[in-house]
């Protein structure tokens, strides 16, 4: 079965220092997400994509926070100057139609 | 800030129990969707429900959507091993699932 595949599924980084965080969605999906789950937390809607644009993104994701789709396979989350809180699980998920999300197995982000 | 409280948030039972999951909330939502996650991976679409009173079933599991869609109830017959895992419920208001509030939690362990 097709699957959403991220990369890498840990990265460590100072804090300060710039991340981009990959997703591989499935092939003929065509909304794309990202999550994160901070530690013993729920899991936090961040942003959405369709069509090359944001649909809708949260509170959380600033200014600090940008989404791209580099070519037709890559759906990429950057963090341009990462902080101490920004340690989490980061989740990449896509949908062939609404409702029905597919997500990857995450990123384990540790800023120190 | 919509929230979803599930209930209860930890349970451990006996292999062949019956048991069932609270996921509650003071707003109105679309949709609801049921996931499962396991330790290390993202989380899996169980089930959506739309209309209020919807009940599905998923072999030994039924979802409930309440009659006010504000809340929804997941419902395990005679739990095995295999169910174990985080039950998260997940609400969406803008009718896309373009932004899924997800509800706190449910870890269930089933022991022989």
């Known amino acids: 079965e097709p699957e959403v595949t991220q990369t890498p599924s840990h990265q460590v980084t100072q804090m300060g220092q710039e991340v981009i965080l990959r997703c591989v969605p499935i092939?003929?999906?065509?909304?794309f997400y990202w999550y994160r789950q901070i530690l013993g937390q729920k899991v936090e809607f961040l942003v959405s994509?369709?069509?090359?644009?944001?649909?809708?993104k949260s509170e959380i994701f600033d200014d600090q926070f940008s989404v791209e789709r580099p070519d037709g396979s890559n759906f990429t989350l950057k963090i341009r100057s990462t902080k101490l809180e920004d340690s989490a699980m980061y989740f990449c998920?896509?949908?062939?139609?609404?409702?029905?999300?597919?997500f990857g197995n995450g990123t384990r982000l540790t800023v120190t | 800030t919509q929230l979803l409280e599930q209930s209860p948030q930890f349970l451990s039972i006996q292999e062949g129990e019956n048991l069932t999951v609270y996921c509650n909330s003071s707003s109105v939502f679309s949709s609801l969707q049921w996931y499962r996650q396991e330790p290390g991976e993202g989380p899996v679409l169980l089930v959506t429900?739309?209309?209020?009173?919807e009940v599905k079933k998923l072999k030994r599991l039924t979802f409930q959507f309440g009659d006010a869609r504000k809340d929804s109830s997941l419902h395990i017959t005679a739990a095995q091993p295999g169910d174990t895992g985080l039950y998260l419920c997940?609400?969406?208001?803008?009718?896309?699932?373009?932004?899924?509030?997800f509800g706190t939690g449910t870890r269930l362990q089933v022991t022989l």
């Open positions: 429900v739309v209309t209020g009173g």
């Open positions: 092939s003929n999906h065509l909304y």
């Open positions: 998920a896509s949908s062939a139609r609404r409702q029905a999300l597919h």
């Open positions: 994509f369709y069509n090359n644009e944001i649909s809708e």
């Open positions: 997940a609400g969406d208001r803008t009718g896309t699932a373009s932004k899924l509030t």
